[in-house]
């Protein structure tokens, strides 16, 4: 069994994190980072081949590692089984203020966190407010609606893993036909579709 498990680390200056050889994804909140031997930029998002991670600034970083057993100190894990081959994807979703995401489903697992702005998640009957660096996980096929809570806008990063036919293609599906043909308010920034299989 897979999971996908996510950590949050505050580095300081020249510290390292060894990945092994768990692939995965890193987002830099804060400062500067290294991954897979190139920079990171706060705001940026990088694959994770394994390895080392380096804070080249004092750095907030969030990490998604792909594993066989979530580790007791994890921030957020979730199963990430699929059959067939799969894909790693990371991006931003941008929402502006009153955003809503309609009721829909993924092609695959994940696990989101906010990175500016209040959000809200209703799924399986339950409601969840976030707050900023809050994680949730979405198992993919289970409905969710979402939307930005208060007055300003909302953004959240999110890794899932997908099948591998979707590189370069969505994973959202709306549940009724009125709400797909509805304008959206969200905006989609891809910065890794890696496949992990073969």
């Given at each position: 069994m897979a999971f996908l498990q996510l950590h949050t680390h505050h580095l300081a200056a020249g510290a390292t994190i060894d990945a092994g050889a768990d692939r995965g994804a890193v987002h830099v909140v804060e400062g500067a980072a290294t991954v897979g031997g190139r920079?990171?930029?706060?705001?940026?998002?990088?694959?994770?081949?394994?390895?080392?991670?380096?804070?080249?600034?004092?750095?907030?970083?969030?990490?998604?590692?792909l594993v066989t057993a979530p580790a007791a100190d994890a921030t957020l894990a979730g199963p990430a089984d699929l059959d067939g081959p799969r894909l790693l994807r990371a991006d931003r979703v941008d929402f502006p203020p009153g955003g809503v995401a309609y009721l829909h489903t993924h092609q695959g697992p994940?696990?989101?966190?906010?990175?500016?702005?209040?959000?809200?998640?209703?799924?399986?009957?339950?409601?969840?407010?976030?707050?900023?660096?809050?994680?949730?996980?979405e198992a993919g096929p289970e409905p969710v609606y979402a939307e930005v809570v208060g007055d300003g806008p909302a953004a959240f990063v999110r890794v899932m893993v997908l099948p591998a036919s979707l590189l370069g293609q969505s994973s959202i599906r709306y549940v009724s036909d009125e709400d797909r043909e509805r304008p959206k308010s969200q905006r989609y920034t891809v910065s890794v579709d890696e496949p992990l299989d073969g």
């Open positions: 920079p990171v930029a706060a705001g940026e998002t990088a694959f994770l081949p394994g390895g080392a991670i380096g804070a080249a600034d004092d750095a907030l970083l969030l990490v998604w590692t994940g696990v989101r966190v906010l990175v500016e702005g209040r959000f809200a998640v209703e799924t399986g009957g339950s409601r969840q407010s976030i707050e900023r660096l809050g994680a949730w996980y």
